[in-house]
């Protein structure tokens, strides 16, 4: 079932995910070659701790740790290690947090140091695909206009789709209907409705599409090997147009670039 907001759930919503938004800015600071991503969670839990929020990720269906962070052909979530992080390297950190009662989702994906520009592309191709699936979350639309968004576009500089896994509804519970993938075809799907908040997340692959799962039963990585790019952002529908609740403001800001939302 589909669990609508009201403006005001949708206002502690955003709270909750503001402080995942400047635990991600945290980690733009953090994020250079050397440092290990079990610093990095560390750091996270402590920042989401002392804003008085709860990680969300951390003991969520047994997950040991506050972040997941995927590097290079890891798509999603990847546990934390004690392997530094490396020049040219790119990591997906995905943030949760629990506040009010409600969870905050979202991910960015850093550069290491200097990336190779083939990476560099999938990278900003898939922070562009995010947005447009944010401008098809209308009220009337349908899940297929924001999935075909996204696979159109990506699929366009010949990148692979995840098909495993994909976006969510969000609020009380870390995931909840509707699904939002991130393939699919226009006017199809459940229609998009006033105070609908959802998680949009395109998971993008420099080469196949496919993936696999290793043997820790929680990070996917790619079945080629090669590099998957992955961004998400919390999006409710207020006033029949799409609001979007976290930021990459404290990120950007901290990596010295232009600010998007």
């Known amino acids: 079932m589909v669990v609508l907001k009201t403006k005001e759930e949708i206002e502690l919503m955003r709270l ?8 991600l800015g945290l980690m733009a600071t953090l994020v ?4 290990t991503p079990k610093e990095l969670d560390r750091r996270a839990e402590e920042f989401i701790r002392d804003m008085g929020a709860e990680p969300g990720f951390k003991g969520y269906s047994g997950y040991p740790y506050t972040l997941c962070t995927s590097v290079n052909e890891q798509v999603v979530h990847g546990m934390p290690t004690d392997k530094p992080l490396k020049e040219g390297d790119i990591i997906s950190i995905d943030c949760g947090s629990l506040m009010n009662g409600f969870y905050g989702d979202h991910a960015y994906t850093f550069y290491v140091g200097e990336v190779d520009p083939k990476i560099r592309q999938l990278v900003e191709v898939t922070k562009e ?3 447009l699936g944010i ?3 209308k009220e009337g639309n349908r899940v297929g206009d924001i999935s075909f968004a996204i696979q159109n576009y990506t699929e366009g500089f010949g990148y692979g789709v995840v098909r495993e896994l994909v976006g969510h509804g969000l609020g009380r519970s ?10 699919g075809k226009r006017g199809k799907g459940p229609v998009l409705k006033e105070g609908l908040v959802i998680a949009i997340e395109p998971m993008i692959n420099l080469g196949t599409r496919n993936v696999r799962q290793l043997k820790d039963g929680w990070t996917i990585v790619t079945a080629d090997g090669k590099p998957s790019a992955h961004f998400e952002h919390d999006v409710a529908i207020v006033d029949g147009k799409p609001e979007i609740l ?4 404290y990120v950007e800001e901290a990596l010295g670039i232009p600010v998007t939302v």
């Open 129 to 131: 695909s995010l947005y």
């Open 246 to 249: 976290s930021t990459f403001k």
């Open 32 to 35: 250079m070659p050397g440092v």
């Open 135 to 137: 401008e098809q979350t």
């Open 174 to 183: 870390m995931h909840e209907k509707p699904e939002i993938p991130n393939f």
């Open 16 to 23: 909750s995910a503001q402080v995942v938004s400047k635990t």
